[in-house]
């Protein structure tokens, strides 16, 4: 087997690798009050093809990240040590380069057992300074924001 050479998708995700500060807002409902939180985030290479992201905080999590070229897609996973669901991300980068769509489906905030899709959003804002925007699609067919976080670059 022959170790295949990485694509401009590849190289694109060692933008993320280094160490980061992490600020997050969110809210799970409209009649719930924002949160915050601050943690910190380490991106490694796993390969030239991958990347692994671990978060520290009051929420503890694991994001992988790499591109199919089969499948022309962005594919990866998220865990976190306060859910017991498998996030599986498919997604694409905008027409800029600098937003990375990755779509989801997981439990609804319903409560109901039932699974909602969802969208986590990377846009970097400079190379030191990308977010994370968290939305979900309720069944009226509308995208609702619940989370933003800030990453900024440590090293």
Known sequence: MQIPEPL????????????WNVES????????????????????SFGELWTIGEGTGACDSIMTLGYDPQKGRFVGTFI????????LYDGQLDSTGKILTLNSEGPSFSGDGSMAKFQ????????????????????????????????RRIS
């Open 8 to 19: 401009v998708q590849h190289l694109w995700l060692q933008k993320l690798v280094g160490e």
């Open 25 to 44: 807002e969110f809210s799970f409902g409209p009649d719930q009050p924002p949160s915050k939180m601050t943690g910190r985030e380490v991106v490694r």
């Open 80 to 87: 976190a040590s306060v859910m017991t669901h498998l996030w």
């Open 120 to 151: 986590d959003i990377i846009e970097f804002i400079s190379d030191d300074h990308r977010t994370l925007t968290a939305k979900f699609l309720d069944g009226d067919g509308a995208w609702h924001q619940f989370m933003t976080t800030h990453y």
